[in-house]
């Protein structure tokens, strides 16, 4: 009982002893970590309080600085101030003398024209003296004096005048002539221009004779498409390597050009790729058609003109006019007008410009009825150029009176252009005109789309609507255009009318 009471009072004994050695390890721990806290709060405390005497020191030294430049700037804007000041006291000063000095100038004019007065009064009064001693003299009045000197004087005046007209007029008509002359030549002389060729065909190159084979395609339905979609004539004959086009537009002949280049370049060719090959031809050429437009205006140096009016200009490079290239006769004449008016101290700009644009309605006589220069004044009246240009375009061929001297050299430089050696034949154009009246004369038939006058002009190919026109109406059409070209037109041998009727079933798979 003992053991266990003294084992008890053992296990009490070390266990207080233990609480006590814990409570003071814990509290000096505690100690140890709030003197710690202090001394970094303390710490903390000084580098605030250097940071805050920083900041001030720094704050002061930039107020420091600020006076500094505000003074500085306030010095210099009051030396301006006093430099200015001292300019303008100088300049009071000056005007001041200036003023003194008019003022006196003034007082001796007024002095001046006050004693030119006195002196004109006396003159007046010895010229009245003057005349009544002369109506005195004579026994006439003054009015009758007048009329006996005035009658005399006109009649001789009226003979030198009669004698110096004449003689004027004889030596203004032979310099005239001779000025022209040497104007005109000079003009041509210093325009080089080639003369026309009449092409109605085109070369395609091909890399071997086996491509012609894949242009014709399975039973001729490639050239049948190609023939179809462009308009032109596919010649394949014995010629090794090449395929001749054959057409009377020389845009379609174009077209189909590039098309076919692309096609045998790529070598892939059946009738639906080859109608898309041929719409991207035509992009490529209405792009032509305005790079040629721009380079026109920039070899002339005619700016400011309307979009419109550049394209109607690039479509003139396939233009004709009695096998002339009308954009090239438009540039020749342009050139000729400018030479002129710099010769005779016109407008040259006037002039060039009028020139450049006075066959613009030939860009567009296919599609409007009536004659090519009011055609031209219209258009370029809409997209607003001047009513001299207007005027210039309306009058070169006499169509309208010309009403500036600008109107008077185009006319010049387009008969000029027109009828110098090579410059136009007419054999091309009658061919156009036949070839272009048989197309338009197909197409005025209901049910039409397309037409192509082919084989230069000896067959006619009507592509019909298949929706409005049957198997049994291509019949009828063939015959009917049959015989309003043989009423209608003037042709050599015979003309062939095909008539071509597609349909179509167009489906996708999904």
Request: include cysteine.
């Amino acid at each position: 009982m003992n053991n266990i009471v003294r084992t008890a009072i053992t296990s009490l004994a070390v266990g207080f002893v233990t609480f006590i050695l814990g409570y003071w390890f814990r509290k000096y721990t505690a100690d140890a970590r709030i003197r710690k806290i202090r001394e970094n709060a303390e710490s903390i405390l000084a580098q605030a309080k250097t940071r805050l005497q920083e900041a001030d020191i720094q704050a002061k030294e930039a107020a420091l600085k600020l006076r500094d430049e505000t003074e500085r700037g306030l010095r210099r804007k009051r030396s301006n101030l006093e430099r200015q000041e001292r300019r303008l006291q100088q300049r009071r000063a000056s005007l001041d003398r200036k003023f003194d000095s008019l003022e006196e100038r003034l007082r001796k004019l007024d002095s001046r024209e006050k004693r030119l007065e006195s002196k004109r009064n006396e003159l007046e009064k010895l010229h009245r003296k003057e005349l009544d001693e002369l109506e005195r003299i004579s026994q006439l009045t003054l009015e009758e004096a007048k009329e006996v000197l005035l009658q005399r004087v006109a009649s001789e005046a009226r003979q030198d005048m009669a004698r110096v007209i004449r003689e004027i007029e004889a030596q203004a008509q032979e310099e005239g002539e001779r000025k022209a002359r040497e104007i005109i030549t000079l003009s041509i002389q210093r325009i080089a221009s080639d003369q026309v060729a009449e092409t109605t065909v085109s070369t395609v190159p091909l890399p071997n004779d086996e491509m012609k084979g894949r242009i014709i395609g399975r039973g001729g339905r490639n050239i049948r498409a190609i023939e179809n979609v462009t308009g032109v004539d596919l010649l394949i004959d014995d010629t090794p390597e090449a395929v001749t086009l054959s057409s009377f537009d020389p845009v379609r002949r174009e077209i189909a050009r590039v098309a076919l280049s692309k096609l045998v370049l790529d070598g892939r060719i059946h009738p639906a790729r080859i109608e898309r090959v041929v719409k991207k031809a035509q992009q490529e050429i209405e792009a032509v058609i305005e790079e040629a437009g721009e380079r026109a205006t920039l070899e002339l140096g005619v700016h400011g003109l309307h979009p419109e009016l550049v394209k109607l200009l690039g479509q003139l490079k396939y233009r004709t006019s009695y096998g002339q290239n009308v954009l090239m006769h438009s540039i020749e004449s342009a050139h000729l007008a400018g030479i002129m008016a710099a010769e005779l101290g016109a407008d040259v700009a006037l002039a060039k410009e009028a020139g450049l644009l006075h066959d613009i309605g030939k860009a567009v006589t296919h599609e409007i009825e009536g004659p090519h220069a009011r055609i031209g004044a219209d258009i370029a009246q809409r997209y607003g150029r001047s009513p001299e240009i207007v005027n210039a375009i309306a009058a070169h061929h006499c169509d309208d009176e010309a009403l500036t001297l600008e109107a008077v050299l185009v006319q010049a430089a387009d008969a000029i252009s027109g009828a110098r050696p090579g410059a136009r034949r007419e054999t091309l154009e009658s061919y156009i005109k036949r070839v272009e009246s048989l197309e338009n004369l197909a197409a005025s038939f209901s049910g039409v789309e397309k037409s192509y006058a082919i084989q230069a002009g000896r067959e006619i190919r009507i592509i019909v609507k298949p929706e409005e026109i049957d198997d049994l109406g291509i019949v009828t059409l063939s015959r009917d255009i049959a015989k309003k070209v043989e009423e209608t037109l003037q042709y050599p041998g015979q003309i062939k009318v095909t008539v071509i009727r597609e349909q179509r079933a167009v489906d996708y798979a999904k």
